[in-house]
T-cell receptor, first 112, second 112 residues
Framework: SAVISQKPSRDICQRGTSLTIQCQVDSQVTMMFWYRQQPGQSLTLIATANQGSEATYESGFVIDKFPISRPNLTFSTLTVSNMSPEDSSIYLC?????????FGQGTRLTVV | GQQLNQSPQSMFIQEGEDVSMNCTSSSIFNTWLWYKQDPGEGPVLLIALYKAGELTSNGRLTAQFGITRKDSFLNISASIPSDVGIYFCAGYVTGGGNKLTFGTGTQLKVEL
C-alpha cells in the first residue's frame, strides 16, 4: 500500500480567498486523484492528475475553480479558488497503484 | 453518472452482534472495494474483490462480489466498539476507465 500525506489537515478560510492543498506519496505513481466529500456525503471525484499533462476534470468541476498541479510522480496540489461557504468539505487525495485506491487523511476545509 | 446504493443508510449495533450491509449498482462492476472511514480520517481499504462470486475475509470482515457483478455485501462478525464508523463500497465500472465510484455509505453506531 502507498503512504499518502496531505497538508494542511484542516483550515478555516475567509470567503473569496484560495487554499492550496498538498499531497505527497511515498512512491512514484502514474495517476493521482482528488476527491471532495461534502458534509455527511460520499466521495465525489474532482479530477485525475497525470504528471506532464493537464488534469482531467469530472462533470461539474472546472480548472478555474480547482486548478491542479502535478510536477512529478510523487506530488500534486489542488487549489480551491475564490472560496465560498459551499466549498466547505473534506478534500482527499488518492492513488491507485494497482486496482485498489489508497487515500490521504484528507483536508477539512471550512469557509466562513 | 454511475450510482451505487448502499443499505442500510445507518444502523445501530450492540457489541457482539453480526452486521450486514450491501451495495447495489445499475451497472456491471469489475472490481468492488470496501472502505471504512473514521471521523477526521480518509477512507481505509478493508477488502478488495476482483471476481464475480468471490468471497474474501479480513479478520472479522467478510465481503462477497455478487454473481451478477452488480452487487456486493460486507459482513462484520462479533462487532466491537471500534467498528463504529462509516463504511463505503466502491468500484470500478467495466469500461469506465480508472474512475472509482463510491456508494452512499452506511453509518454504524453503537446502541447505548
Amino acid at each position: 500500500s502507498a503512504v499518502i500525506s496531505q497538508k494542511p489537515s484542516r483550515d478555516i478560510c475567509q470567503r473569496g480567498t484560495s487554499l492550496t492543498i498538498q499531497c505527497q506519496v511515498d512512491s512514484q505513481v502514474t495517476m493521482m486523484f482528488w476527491y471532495r466529500q461534502q458534509p455527511g456525503q460520499s466521495l465525489t471525484l474532482i479530477a485525475t492528475a497525470n504528471q506532464g499533462s493537464e488534469a482531467t476534470y469530472e462533470s461539474g468541476f472546472v480548472i478555474d475553480k480547482f486548478p491542479i498541479s502535478r510536477p512529478n510522480l510523487t506530488f500534486s496540489t489542488l487549489t480551491v479558488s475564490n472560496m465560498s461557504p459551499e466549498d466547505s468539505s473534506i478534500y482527499l487525495c488518492s492513488v491507485e497503484p494497482a486496482s485498489e485506491a489508497f487515500f490521504g487523511q484528507g483536508t477539512r476545509l471550512t469557509v466562513v | 453518472g454511475q450510482q451505487l446504493n448502499q443499505s442500510p443508510q445507518s444502523m445501530f449495533i450492540q457489541e457482539g452482534e453480526d452486521v450486514s450491509m450491501n451495495c447495489t449498482s445499475s451497472s456491471i462492476f469489475n472490481t468492488w472495494l470496501w472502505y471504512k472511514q473514521d471521523p477526521g480520517e480518509g477512507p481505509v481499504l478493508l477488502i478488495a474483490l476482483y471476481k464475480a462470486g468471490e468471497l474474501t475475509s479480513n479478520g472479522r470482515l467478510t465481503a462477497q462480489f455478487g454473481i451478477t457483478r452488480k452487487d456486493s455485501f460486507l459482513n462484520i462478525s462479533a462487532s466491537i466498539p471500534s467498528d463504529v464508523g462509516i463504511y463505503f463500497c466502491a468500484g470500478y465500472v467495466t469500461g469506465g476507465g480508472n474512475k472509482l465510484t463510491f456508494g452512499t455509505g452506511t453509518q454504524l453506531k453503537v446502541e447505548l
